[in-house]
Structure formats: C-alpha cells, structure tokens
C-alpha cells in the first residue's frame, strides 16, 4: 500500500503541468525518507514513473551512496544517508538532510511507516 496520500500523489503527477521544482531523484529519495520499507511500486506510484525508472533511480542512489539498501526477508530496507553533499554546484555546500528537513520535515521516516515491516 502506498504511504503518500492521494493529494500528495496527485500534485506529482506530470499532466499537471509538466514540470516540477524537484527531479525524479529528488522524489524518490523522498519517499525512501519517508518510508524506508516502501516497494518499488509504491514509488513508481508516488513519483509519477514506471517501476522500471524508480528501480533506476533507486539503484543510482545506491550506488553513489545517497541510500543504503537492506534485505529483509523478501523486502528491501532503505536508509537515506543525510550527511552526503547535494550533487549540483549551486548548493554543494548543502547536505540531502538539508533538503529532507526542508520538504518533509526530518531524515527520519515518519511515525507508523512500514520500515520494512512484512
């Protein structure tokens, strides 16, 4: 099940306009913040994306270190490393806890997300 709520998965879908403020990256490493237990589905879901390009995404912020990847069973358990640089220029001086702190509030995932639960 999707922890977004609907309005929150409506206002990021493309036909609203076409454009966003954050990219893709930014929007599912969001997610992860939130949900640290979230399927990829969930993801695509949230995002506005195919599962194809939040596996993508996903594995890229893995890679490069933004999120650590977990096996639970048969579920992954993400967590966002907050102390990493943003990646552009203009705000390297910036950290992605920065940024997290800044639209949802926290680095840590909210109270009742599923955090690998299941």
């Known amino acids: 099940m999707n922890s977004l709520s609907g309005d929150q998965q409506q206002r990021s879908?493309?036909?609203?306009?076409?454009?966003?403020?954050?990219?893709?990256?930014?929007?599912?490493?969001?997610?992860v913040a939130h949900d640290p237990g979230i399927r990829l589905r969930d993801i695509a879901a949230a995002v506005g994306i195919t599962e194809r390009a939040a596996h993508r995404i996903l594995s890229q912020l893995v890679e490069e270190g933004y999120v650590l990847r977990e096996r639970r069973g048969r579920?992954?358990?993400?967590?966002?490393?907050?102390?990493?640089?943003?990646?552009?220029?203009l705000v390297e001086e910036?950290?992605?806890?920065?940024?997290?702190?800044?639209?949802?509030?926290s680095t840590r995932p909210v109270a009742g997300a599923r955090g690998g639960h299941g």
Request: net charge negative.
């Open 75 to 89: 579920r992954n358990l993400y967590t966002v490393v907050p102390e990493l640089p943003l990646r552009h220029p």
């Open 94 to 105: 910036r950290e992605v806890g920065d940024l997290l702190e800044l639209l949802i509030g």
């Open 13 to 31: 879908s493309p036909a609203n306009g076409g454009w966003d403020f954050l990219t893709n990256h930014a929007h599912v490493l969001i997610c």
